[in-house]
């Protein structure tokens, strides 16, 4: 574990695991974000990249995380017991959280007119659709120097431990297609491909600066979370519920091909989490 | 190259690749069809496995292949052409060829009372749905002692060779899976699981003897044909169709993943052949 990982483990205080802290310190390594950044990070969640990011831009930078979800979700911990927690350690004065859609906080008073930098870090799956994407990215031409953008990969680098994680993103996406199936509680809601997103920003007027893929840390859990869901009961029984019969036995073997790639691994072997491709777009 | 294999190669006369018939040969050979059997098989298409049937049951056995597709369906040769030439070589009085499905074949005058082995040989997922599926099972019962099944397996064991295959069937049954889209010229309708084949057959009345799974020949070329397919201008085209924005998202974004799945590998590399699941049941 190197020093920040530990550092940042501490401020954490066992609020995110240090596989989640070290995949988001590569991704903001490989971004760049440089001290003193104003940052807005959209979709921030429980905010473990926030704190990240509050590390990196250090005492003269400041990160505003906004995320439209209601304070009350999330389990064990709220949205809003870990925001509070995070605002309690020694450099929590360097976060703002806003409960707010990026349309209306970009329109309120608690917005600074220009950040350094707008981060999506893993929010963009979580995004209903490709058209709520593209609003946004317009909407923030003019309010920021940057754009950043660290989402999966559905490509899997020809590590196999990774294809349960791919299969299980898929199958989610494929659920959250559908008309009237929507379920927030997915952690995958679209699988945007990075094709996808370039195409969306250059459509907003945005000019791709630089791409990476970076792998995940070998123990980051993102790909074991996805995989446990979809092959839970409570999944199965959901995905049942469509009326149409092709659709719905297109979804049962989506589920049984995640069932499949388990079987290819070790027992012992966890699912590897994808890899994450990376932007930045000026 | 097998002495079998080039002796039915000769039998065929270019209608079908080296690699088609051992895949084919190889299946057989599993399912252990005895010499002097009466087959019946459903969904022959151009005769690929009826031919390799024909050579597996000897001068004392008969195959019966039926197909409810048009006789001019297919390029560059058509069924009815296929079929005609193969009845031409010198086993072809083994073949008996009948445009028809298989209900009413079976209530015709054609019709044996009793078969040694129904067999589908990579029939299923051209099959528009697993309710079709499970109504010819039902009616098969009674009038075969052995029903055999081979089909692709969304299983790659380990093959980054075969991701492409795979995504690609994936994103076929993802469009076939739409309630106005099914397209005949698709090879892959549905991309139904060996665990919901061995369930309609459970329901169905059939009881599991056997199933394995056996790699393809190295240079099969089915994955190579429905990897250039999704990639093909007019797949894409046509897959556009969607008028749901969140589906055309995630029709669009398999397609991305195919191409990703190909990028992984080396410039030189094709894409490899699924494996297939075999299983038989009395």
Not at 138 to 148: E, S, V
């Amino acid at each position: 574990m190197s020093i920040d990982v530990a550092n940042i483990a501490k401020l954490s205080d066992g609020g995110s695991s240090e596989p989640q802290i070290q995949g988001r310190l590569d991704v903001c390594r490989k971004w760049g974000i440089p001290e003193g950044s104003k940052v807005l990070e959209i979709g921030c969640g429980q905010g473990d990249c926030t704190l990240v990011i509050a590390y990196v831009v250090g005492d003269q930078g400041h990160v505003t995380a906004i995320d439209p979800a209601p304070l009350d979700y999330g389990a064990p911990m709220t949205l809003g017991e870990a925001q509070d927690r995070l605002k309690q350690c020694h450099i929590g004065d360097r976060i703002t959280f806003h409960q707010s859609n990026l349309e209306a906080f970009l329109a309120s008073s608690a917005s600074e007119s220009l950040y350094d930098y707008a981060v999506f870090a893993h929010s963009i799956w979580y995004l209903p659709s490709a058209g709520v994407l593209q609003e946004m990215l317009a909407a923030l031409q003019g309010r920021t120097k940057h754009l950043l953008i660290a989402e999966y990969s559905l490509n899997i680098r020809g590590d196999m431990a990774a294809l349960p994680h791919m299969l299980a993103a898929i199958s989610q996406a494929e659920f959250n297609s559908r008309d009237d199936a929507l379920d927030r509680n997915d952690n995958i809601q679209t699988i945007m491909s990075p094709q996808t997103i370039t195409q969306l920003a250059s459509q907003t007027g945005w000019t791709l600066q630089n791409e990476e893929i970076v792998d995940s840390p070998e123990k980051k859990e993102d790909g074991k979370w996805e995989v446990s869901r979809v092959l839970s009961k409570a999944y199965r029984a959901r995905s049942g519920s469509s009326g149409d019969a092709a659709r719905q036995a297109f979804a049962n073997d989506l589920i049984f091909a995640v069932e499949e790639s388990m079987r290819a691994l070790e027992p012992s072997q966890v699912p590897r989490t994808l890899p994450t491709w990376i932007g930045s777009w000026v």
